[in-house]
């Protein structure tokens, strides 16, 4: 097993030896094709491919689960403010608001897209994430030309957020042990509740902060001399042929969009 | 011999603090020079060392006067990667150290910024964690390290590069015994092959006691006292003991004696060497077992836990712990102490087996709902202080129980009383001393006013006069009938303390019993990298009887 951002994976999973590069371009590829697909339609197809892959990849799939409750949030977020402040023409089926805006099939199709792009983005970003390492981000990055002290610092980023995963869950943990009730309560008290986490995790954060600037200095990142790399990762046929795709695919996607119009979102632009 | 570290007359003040943190502080360290430091919590050992390694002033800000030379370049003038190439430096909580996910890989990023060659690389990876014995662990992940484990490769990340001084701010406060020997060896084995010059902050005296060439005392930011160990331990102004001197003197205070033939005893073989031969008296009078028979509080049958690496923490574990016992848990680093204790509160539910929390499955139950049952004691007070004030926060549960305001005042002032943090109600919790929060956080639990407390490592980090409050506050509460569990890796408090002690190894109670007897099996306690408090050893050498105290070795002492 192999430690990655998400915990465990399988050694011989296909997408943990692939180059550091491929997987940066494909959790780019995953989130800017979210944007440019508007197709419900497609965007259902890359869903359920994407669960596949999880499977294909021998990537547990209770990696999602973790995500689950902030999928669920932001689900209701979209569809809510679709439907309380859109005016996407079409059929007026549900509701008209007194400030003129109204519910109609396409706002609902238009939500329900909106909730995919999420999905999308979520399900294969923590697809691609459950494979990678920090030395994937940062050797990538350097591959990328990016100077090292800049793609550290992103690889910091990601590491510093399951650190503040591990805070949050321990202080969460204390709070519980306290008495705090975070399931059976209404929204409003779980906001509560959950706004208290924000003073330790806040403290913990600028003692992290500050203390981590003393540590970068004492492990010598800012040495003037040439850096040099424990890993080495050789850019395979494999790899190359595989970022050919991936640009190809980002080309296409664009390209199907706007000219061809296939991947829109019918009937866009409103009038 | 070259001079590693001159301090001359120097003074710091941070720029949010008013007063002096460091005063009139002068010391010269030679190169190949082993030097402790000592001192109570908030003497200002950290800014010292700050100050040495050049943090202060290149990169923290404050007032400083006089001045600090590292190998002849003066601190205030040389940058920090110029210091740094000299300097390695462990900070006391390893988990802020770690910028990687992997232990090799730590071990590896300071060299790859200082440029060093991957063949030679990879040499210096493998000596290092060779080192601190933690080679086969070089694919984890640090920080799902246990605490002990995490540092070590703090110290083979810095002993990786090879400094020519080492700073070390209490890297051994979350080690078992053994572990901490481990380490003081390894620095001991690198100043004497290397000329490695050790400054290390510790609160462990008998380990410096054993290996330092010479010791600091360091009190509200002043040199108190240094000299070498048999220098610094001749009398008790202020400074901590090795249980075998803090003896010898109050034996020479008992019988008037003066048997000061060979200086001061520092060793249990040291002071069998001064006093010879000796009878004991009232060998009896140190045993009082006591059989409980009192109702179970918690209890574990076959209980199994697997984290989600695979790691199997817990192995078949079978444990009763009866009301009002106090019972210490102790083991060797990632035995699964932690884990067990929080199976036993309900926060992890075992993977095979049942926990039972007063009869009831842990499995059934709200944890929220047994909070006024069992309380629970963070090792890090900061993970479970979160509200403005010290008042509030030992209101938070009493609030979410919905008792009455007159109550919660009564409970609070008889909580914060206990703990001695009255005075300091209404100042926000981050503002207090880390001693400070840790009773703090004693003290959110007492006002839920629980059977059963559970302590994770109280005293990690904690000077020995803090460190006894603690206890001692666990055991007044023990005493009025609270069932007290502490994880601890101080053997010298579990023999003081303890009535009942559990060792834990490879994830299984391997012993389980009085504290005499567990404490009196050096055998076991070595098998388990476990070291008895000096005088056990000594009474156990002389008489075969494990006293637990210093006050119960003197008892059995005639000269």
Redesign the interface.
């Known amino acids: 097993m192999i430690r990655t951002f998400f915990l465990y994976v399988e050694e011989d999973s296909p997408l943990i030896n692939i180059h550091p590069v491929l997987k940066i371009s494909l959790l780019l590829v995953v989130n800017i094709e979210a944007w440019i697909i508007e197709s419900p339609l497609v965007l259902t197809l890359i869903v359920v491919g994407l669960l596949i892959s999880f499977k294909v990849f021998k990537v547990p799939l209770s990696r999602i689960a973790k995500f689950l409750s902030f999928a669920v949030i932001i689900v209701q977020a979209v569809m809510l403010s679709y439907l309380l402040g859109s005016t996407i023409p079409g059929n007026i089926i549900l509701w008209v608001s007194p400030w003129d805006t109204y519910v109609s099939d396409m706002t609902l199709l238009y939500a329900f897209t909106m909730v995919l792009r999420f999905l999308v983005m979520l399900i294969g970003s923590t697809l691609i994430l459950a494979v990678m390492r920090d030395v994937d981000i940062t050797y990538g990055l350097v591959y990328m030309k990016v100077p090292f002290s800049i793609a550290f610092m992103a690889s910091l980023a990601f590491r510093m957020a399951s650190i503040f995963l591990n805070d949050y869950f321990k202080v969460k943990d204390a709070m519980v042990l306290r008495g705090t009730n975070f399931s059976s309560v209404n929204i409003f008290q779980k906001a509560r509740r959950y706004s208290k986490l924000a003073v330790p995790l806040m403290v913990l954060g600028v003692r992290r902060m500050i203390e981590l600037t003393y540590i970068l200095e004492v492990k010598c990142l800012n040495f003037k001399k040439k850096r040099t790399y424990l890993y080495r990762f050789p850019l395979r046929i494999s790899d190359k042929v595989i970022l050919l795709i991936v640009a190809f695919l980002i080309i296409l996607s664009i390209v199907a969009k706007v000219s061809l119009r296939i991947l829109s979102f019918p009937g866009w632009p409103f009038t | 011999m070259t001079c590693a570290v001159k301090v001359k007359n120097l003074w710091w003040k941070y720029e949010a603090s008013r007063n002096w943190v460091l005063k009139e502080i002068s010391i010269e360290v030679k190169q190949g020079e082993f030097i402790g430091i000592i001192g109570p919590s908030g003497a200002g050992k950290t800014t010292l060392c700050?100050c040495i390694?050049g943090?202060i002033p290149?990169?923290?800000k404050g007032t400083m006067r006089g001045k600090v030379k590292v190998f002849g370049k003066d601190t205030k003038t040389s940058s920090?990667?110029e210091i740094?190439k000299s300097v390695?430096?462990v900070?006391q909580?390893p988990?802020?150290?770690f910028?990687?996910?992997?232990v090799?890989?730590e071990v590896?990023?300071?060299?790859?910024?200082?440029?060093?060659?991957?063949d030679e690389?990879?040499k210096k990876?493998n000596r290092a964690l060779t080192l601190v014995g933690m080679k086969n662990l070089k694919?984890?992940?640090p920080?799902?390290l246990s605490g002990g484990q995490k540092q070590r490769v703090a110290i083979a990340?810095m002993i990786a590069?090879q400094p020519k001084i080492m700073i070390l701010d209490e890297p051994t406060s979350d080690l078992d015994p053994q572990g901490k020997q481990e380490v003081y060896s390894v620095l001991h084995k690198l100043k004497d092959k290397e000329n490695l010059t050790v400054i290390l902050v510790s609160h462990d005296i008998e380990e410096l006691a054993k290996y330092a060439d010479r010791i600091i005392f360091i009190k509200e930011g002043k040199i108190v006292k240094t000299g070498s160990p048999k220098e610094i331990f001749t009398d008790s102004d202020g400074v901590p003991l090795p249980q075998v001197t803090e003896l010898y003197y109050k034996m020479l205070k008992a019988k008037g004696a003066n048997f000061c033939k060979n200086g001061v005893p520092l060793t249990v073989e040291d002071l069998l060497a001064l006093i010879g031969r000796v009878k004991a008296k009232n060998l009896r009078s140190v045993y009082n077992a006591d059989v409980d028979v009192r109702e179970t509080v918690i209890s574990l049958e076959k209980v199994f836990y697997r984290y989600?690496?695979?790691t199997e923490a817990i192995r078949g574990i079978n444990l009763e712990v009866r009301r009002g016992e106090f019972l210490t848990i102790i083991g060797p680093n990632g035995s699964g102490k932690t884990t067990l204790l929080k199976l036993m509160?309900g926060?992890l539910k075992p993977t095979r087996g049942t926990v039972k929390l007063f009869g009831v499955d842990t499995r059934k139950v709200?944890?929220?709902d047994v909070?006024?049952k069992v309380?629970?004691v963070?090792q890090n007070p900061?993970?479970?202080?979160?509200?403005?004030t010290v008042y509030e926060e030992c209101a938070?549960?009493l609030r979410?129980?919905n008792f009455d305001e007159q109550e919660i005042q009564k409970r609070i002032e008889e909580a914060l009383r206990s703990v001695g943090l009255l005075e300091v109600k209404n100042t926000p919790p981050?503002f207090l001393s880390k001693g400070e929060r840790q009773r703090l956080a004693v003290a959110?639990?007492l006002v839920?006013k629980p059977e059963v407390i559970i302590v994770d490592e109280p005293t990690t980090g904690q000077d020995y006069g803090q460190s006894r409050y603690i206890m001692n506050m666990l055991k007044s509460l023990n005493e009025s009938g609270k069932t007290i569990i502490v994880v601890t890796h101080n053997m010298r408090l579990v023999a003081e303390y303890a009535k009942r002690v559990v060792i834990l190894m490879g994830g299984k109670v391997i012993a389980d019993g009085p504290v005499r007897d567990v404490i009196g099996n050096v055998k076991l306690l070595e098998e388990v990298s476990l070291n008895p408090p000096q005088v056990t050893l000594l009474t156990l050498r002389l008489f075969g009887i494990p006293a637990l105290t210093v006050d119960e070795a003197l008892s059995l002492m005639v000269t």
Do not use: W
């Open positions: 700050l390694a943090i290149n990169a923290i920090l990667s740094m390695g430096i900070f909580d988990d802020i150290q910028v990687t996910m992997r090799m890989d590896a990023f300071t060299l790859e910024n200082l440029g060093v060659p991957r690389m990879i990876i694919f984890k992940n920080l799902e990340s590069r989600p690496d695979g509160v926060l709200n944890i929220s909070a006024f309380g629970f963070y900061d993970h479970q202080l979160f509200c403005n938070y549960a979410n129980a981050y959110t639990v839920m």
